[in-house]
């Protein structure tokens, strides 16, 4: 692992992470865009050379990755079965697994995992200087931060038109932070790129800060 404290992040997403992502930590994001964000969150430190390792996830797909600005080819998928689903246990070996061998690890099945299999592999990600970015519920995760998101499209008219823009209302909320920061990002904008909302966001449009779990 690299000696730097922290890895680096998505331009759009300095406001809220203007250090960038603290490792040894885990982030959960809520909302219904959750998963667009967790992509967005690591794709900055994936483009900078950093590998990541992708499970419990199987809404997530390649032609979203690289819309995020992910390098694709450092990325590994685990697949679960076709037929039922990892138990504790095997959630246990693979995340830990992950933890072992990437920098950052987006994990979206959480309550699968028992309370005294998140504590040991915390304290495993913390020893090895990973980040854990959880989709949805953080089960029995223990979350240094939360981001909740809510999104608006924008396009449609009366019965007519196409949905051309997306707008994600954003709140990070946890440890350290001494209030919630919030921000708002065209994902995608009217150009068609990820990019910060320029207008001032104010309390009642900013994303509440909801939890799963």
Do not use: K
């Amino acid at each position: 692992m690299a000696a730097d404290r922290t890895l680096v992040v998505h331009p759009a997403l300095t406001t809220l992470y203007p250090h960038g992502l603290t490792r040894g930590g885990t982030v959960a994001c809520h909302g219904n865009a959750a998963t667009s964000m967790a992509v967005l969150l690591v794709a900055g430190a994936v483009d900078a050379g950093a590998w990541v390792g992708v499970a419990g996830v199987p809404t997530l797909g390649v032609q979203a990755c690289r819309e995020a600005g992910m390098s694709v080819e450092r990325m590994v998928t685990v697949r679960e079965p076709t037929v039922g689903s990892f138990d504790d246990t095997v959630w246990g070996q693979v995340l830990a697994t992950l933890i072992d061998g990437f920098e950052i690890v987006v994990f979206g099945a959480a309550t699968h995992v028992r309370p005294g299999t998140a504590r040991r592999l915390q304290a495993r990600l913390q020893a090895r200087g990973a980040v854990v970015v959880l989709v949805g519920s953080a089960g029995s995760f223990s979350c240094d931060q939360h981001l909740a998101t809510d999104t608006e499209w924008h396009g449609l008219g009366d019965g007519h038109g196409h949905l051309r823009e997306r707008r994600i209302h954003l709140a990070l909320d946890g440890r350290r932070l001494q209030r919630p920061r919030r921000d708002s990002l065209w994902y995608p904008g009217p150009n068609g790129a990820i990019e910060r909302v320029t207008e001032q966001v104010d309390g009642a449009t900013a994303a509440p800060l909801r939890r799963t779990g």
